[in-house]
């Protein structure tokens, strides 16, 4: 898989990719990463990138002129009306606080491609004809603004990266991560037995112990070390069904759940509103 960063501050990437999985990755093969400074695109002394929006208003825009010219100049990069369409190789993306919201759902259906390009948005944003003319979609990292689109482009990478097949140590752990729409049920269903160590299913990560199991006198929980997968299992579906509630229970309206999963959350709120 390629990534195509366009930027005006290409150092900023000297570090947050240069670690851990990514790094890994990159070495590896499994993934390529081009950084392009948009600054190169520019045709006055100057390198100019920005400007003042028509209409008035406060800040800066940054100008449509380079952010085209980069992106024909990457070659290989399919018309829009062709990135558009399901089985296309590549996409488009505009990192922009007016975004669809990235999930590692948008972080799967992303995967099907083979290059990704991201536009990092800067100042108080991009010319509008990027969004509607060149980019394919526009995403957002979150319900906040950011000094630009820099960090969201990290984030999509490292969320990316560690999907792509041999990135991680153990293909198994992606399953069991916050969030993961694999579900436990469809675990068995493909005929895998159930086992202890649960599907996330799109709910929030069970807790995890490590040694020592009495740390200053907190115990690690006796159902954790007492050998029993089932029992195992079932804490720790119940664990995550308790977390997914108290922090995050907007996610309990499309997560998978299974028959058990539903007894467990109904007890959970029971419980709740009797304590």
């Not at 000094?147 to 097949?165: F, H, K, N, Q, Y």
């Not at 977390?243 to 907007?250: A, V």
Request: net charge negative.
């Amino acid at each position: 898989m390629k990534f195509e960063i366009l930027t005006i501050f290409p150092d900023f990437f000297r570090g947050p990719l240069d670690y851990g999985i990514v790094r890994r990755a990159r070495e590896a093969g499994l993934i390529e990463i081009g950084i392009q400074d948009l600054r190169a695109f520019t045709h006055d002394r100057h390198r100019t990138v920005d400007d003042r929006p028509f209409g008035g208003g406060e800040g800066m825009v940054l100008k449509p002129e380079p952010i085209f010219e980069c992106l024909e100049a990457l070659g290989g990069v399919s018309q829009r009306e062709e990135r558009l369409q399901a089985d296309a190789r590549e996409t488009v993306v505009l990192l922009s606080p007016q975004g669809r919201l990235f999930t590692q759902t948008v972080a799967q259906e992303l995967m099907s491609r083979k290059r990704v390009v991201l536009i990092c948005g800067r100042y108080e944003g991009v010319d509008e004809r990027v969004a509607e003319y060149l980019a394919d979609r526009e995403l957002s990292i979150g319900d906040f603004v950011l000094s630009g689109g820099e960090l969201g482009a990290a984030v999509i990478v490292d969320t990316m990266a560690r999907l792509v097949p041999g990135a991680l140590g153990n293909a198994a752990s992606a399953q069991q991560e916050s969030f993961t729409a694999v579900s436990s049920t469809e675990e068995e269903a493909a005929g895998a037995p159930p086992s202890s160590t649960c599907a996330s299913g799109g709910l929030l990560d069970y807790p995890h112990y490590t040694r020592p199991a009495d740390f200053r006198g907190m115990q690690v929980p006796e159902v954790l070390v007492n050998g029993n997968h089932d029992e195992i299992r079932k804490w720790r579906r119940r664990s995550a069904l308790q977390k997914t509630l108290r922090n995050r229970p907007d996610l309990l309206r499309d997560a998978e759940m299974s028959s058990e999963d539903r007894k467990l959350l109904a007890a959970i709120e029971a419980g709740q509103n009797t304590s």
